[in-house]
């Protein structure tokens, strides 16, 4: 779930098709995947060699205002995961087409910006977490990405939507909907808004540790769940990570504990009945030695200390977006019955009490898989 995807013209995908670099004549396309923000098409090509797919995107740019600066990180992200991945034979990275024109990407009769991946066979993606062997699988993948973005050289990435992590100024646009209360639904909801502003403790923290120079700024996924990642339709290992627009400046822990809000509840995101949500000690267990697998020997003590830490935070941060977008009447994340949004708030601070009340086991087991914490890094 997730923002409104774009209304705009039925596409050409045949003069899209062509615009990208050899691949022989293009044959046909059709849509693809279950992705909410970007319109994706699988397109067949047929080349000396027999048939070639492909996959055409066209970008939301209602989402992402800036494409050139988007396609930007995505050809300097991929080209570096591609090169750090090659010859391994583990996960690899999305590969991006050039466009015949020039630059990776292309832009139609009606305006909308195209890009083109290589298609990556024998794999699939699965919503949900519900077994520790995809929590595993997921957070390694997730892990491993950070690992080999981890010397990414140049210019610090574009914010493809700038301040997307920014706790604090979540928190301020839940203030700003508070207070303007265009659709009268404030009264309704003083409980959940009482419970989102008693927890402002959790909004700085991390960008306290950021400031003291404890958490360093990293190439992060900033949407880091099962779904963004593919999956070898035999054995069920991780195959390539994903869902690239989101890649930009952030915080190491933050990806694990999106990792930890989307797969550990044993509900779904909007479940009503708050008594069946709960965070899953088993998934919670597999994400920690997944993520560790991959990324424990770059991150350093302060970024493992706060893993769980970020767990609450990111789930906390996801409750006031809800809360805040139910409030300002639904404008951002879709919603199939009146009230999803309020309803998806309510299950994220019922998930963050779970989590709550699970924290030091929680952090017990970070602690189990990380060997030695430094002493002194705080765990917020
Ligand atoms: C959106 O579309 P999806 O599910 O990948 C949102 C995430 C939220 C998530 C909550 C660009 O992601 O930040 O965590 O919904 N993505 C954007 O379900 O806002
Ligand atoms: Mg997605």
């Known amino acids: 779930m997730s923002a409104a995807p774009s209304t705009l013209p039925a596409p050409d995908l045949a003069g899209v098709g062509r615009a990208f670099a050899g691949a022989g004549d293009f044959i046909s396309a059709e849509p693809h995947g279950g992705g909410h923000i970007n319109d994706t098409f699988l397109a067949t090509y047929v080349g000396a060699a027999g048939p070639i797919r492909r996959v055409l995107q066209r970008i939301n740019e209602t989402v992402f205002r800036h494409v050139p600066a988007l396609m930007e990180n995505v050809a300097r992200v991929t080209a570096h995961a591609t090169d750090r991945l090659s010859g391994s034979a583990g996960q690899r990275s999305l590969r991006l087409i050039p466009a015949q024109a020039g630059g990776f990407s292309h832009r139609d009769a009606t305006g909308g910006w195209w890009r083109c991946y290589e298609f990556v066979a024998g794999a699939h993606t699965e919503d949900h977490i519900q077994r520790p062997d995809q929590a595993r699988a997921a957070a390694r993948a997730f892990g491993e990405f950070q690992r080999v973005l981890s010397d990414l050289p ?53 960008l306290a540790l950021h400031r003291r120079g404890v958490i360093p700024e990293r190439v992060t996924h900033n949407d880091a769940k099962l779904g963004n990642v593919l999956l070898d339709d035999v054995t069920g290992a991780a195959v390539c990570v994903i869902d690239l627009d989101t890649v930009m400046p952030g915080f190491a822990p933050f990806d694990f504990g999106e990792l930890v809000r989307s797969g550990t509840s044993t509900a779904p995101e909007d479940e009503r009945d708050l008594s069946r949500i709960g965070a899953r000690r088993d998934i919670f267990e597999a994400l920690v030695e997944g993520y560790l697998s991959a990324a424990g020997a770059f991150l350093n003590a302060a970024e493992i200390a706060n893993l769980a830490f970020a767990g609450r935070v990111m789930t906390y941060e996801n409750g006031i977006r809800f809360l805040a977008d139910h409030l300002k009447g639904d404008v951002y994340y879709k919603i199939t019955r009146p009230g999803q949004n309020l309803d998806r708030a309510r299950s994220q601070f019922a998930l963050l009490r779970s989590l709550e009340a699970q924290q030091t086991d929680f952090e017990d087991i970070v602690r189990k898989y990380a060997g030695s914490l430094a002493e002194g890094d705080a765990i917020a």
């Open 154 to 206: 140049g210019a610090r990435l574009h914010e493809t939507i700038p301040d997307f992590h920014h706790t604090r100024r979540r928190f301020e646009a839940l203030q700003r909907a508070v207070t303007a209360d265009p659709l009268r639904r404030v009264a309704a909801a003083r409980e959940d808004i009482a419970q989102a502003f008693g927890r402002e403790p959790l909004v700085d923290t991390m």
